[in-house]
């Protein structure tokens, strides 16, 4: 019976007739069909660009997401230290930038690390203070700027007085932020032209 059914769909198929688009543009729309749609070279190179770009990014940017838990004198600190000067230059926020080496000086100061992580601590936050001063000089953001520093000097003020091991480490640190403070305060709209921009 079924070979009968395949006999009889054999003949009715040789006998119907062919239409006439295909009779003329049926060979050229299968061609066009089959092709294989490959890239050219140019769009692998695209392609392979693209999927090397995505990748380096995803690499970048988890290196900068572990570095942000590196502590001074970590090998991933100065990835985080340089995160951050990125940040501040693309956003102008350089006040985060002293917040956040203001934490790590207090960091260090309260744990028992050694004098080579605060001593880095402690000139990645100068660094970031005398950064910080031109850029608030020249923006005008002088008293924003002087405002952060009395809190950071509170904050350094009342750590070192918690603990007489911090004293001694964070009195430099006091000295600085005081430093910074005053310059602030005593510099004059004629002497703002003076500063080099960063």
């Given at each position: 019976?079924?070979?009968?059914?395949?006999?009889?769909?054999k003949?009715?198929?040789?006998?119907?007739?062919?239409?006439?688009?295909?009779k003329?543009?049926?060979?050229?729309?299968?061609r066009?069909?089959?092709?294989?749609?490959?890239?050219?070279?140019?769009?692998?190179?695209?392609?392979?660009?693209?999927?090397?770009?995505?990748?380096a990014?995803?690499?970048?940017?988890?290196?900068?997401?572990?570095?942000?838990?590196?502590?001074?004198?970590?090998?991933?600190?100065?990835?985080?230290?340089?995160?951050?000067?990125?940040?501040?230059?693309?956003?102008?926020?350089?006040?985060?930038?002293?917040?956040?080496?203001?934490?790590?000086?207090?960091?260090?100061?309260?744990?028992?690390?050694?004098?080579?992580?605060?001593?880095?601590?402690?000139?990645?936050?100068?660094?970031?203070?005398?950064?910080?001063?031109?850029?608030?000089?020249?923006?005008?953001?002088?008293?924003?700027?002087?405002?952060?520093?009395?809190?950071?000097?509170?904050?350094?003020?009342?750590?070192?007085?918690?603990?007489?091991?911090?004293?001694?480490?964070?009195?430099?640190?006091?000295k600085?932020?005081?430093?910074?403070?005053?310059?602030?305060q005593?510099?004059s709209?004629?002497?703002?032209?003076?500063?080099?921009?960063?």
């Amino acid at each position: 019976m079924s070979e009968n059914l395949l006999k009889e769909s054999k003949r009715e198929y040789l006998e119907t007739p062919l239409p006439e688009y295909l009779k003329y543009d049926g060979w050229r729309d299968l061609r066009v069909k089959l092709e294989p749609r490959g890239w050219s070279l140019w769009g692998m190179a695209f392609k392979r660009g693209v999927v090397f770009l995505a990748a380096a990014l995803f690499f970048l940017g988890s290196l900068v997401g572990v570095a942000q838990a590196a502590k001074p004198g970590d090998k991933l600190y100065t990835v985080k230290v340089l995160a951050d000067k990125i940040f501040a230059q693309v956003t102008g926020n350089y006040e985060v930038k002293v917040q956040r080496r203001a934490a790590e000086v207090i960091e260090t100061s309260r744990s028992n690390e050694s004098t080579r992580a605060a001593d880095r601590a402690n000139r990645e936050y100068q660094k970031a203070l005398d950064e910080a001063k031109v850029k608030a000089v020249g923006s005008g953001k002088r008293e924003n700027f002087k405002k952060i520093l009395e809190r950071q000097e509170e904050k350094f003020k009342k750590e070192s007085e918690s603990n007489d091991q911090t004293k001694e480490r964070l009195d430099d640190v006091i000295k600085q932020t005081e430093k910074v403070k005053d310059e602030i305060q005593n510099i004059s709209p004629a002497e703002d032209s003076k500063l080099p921009n960063l």
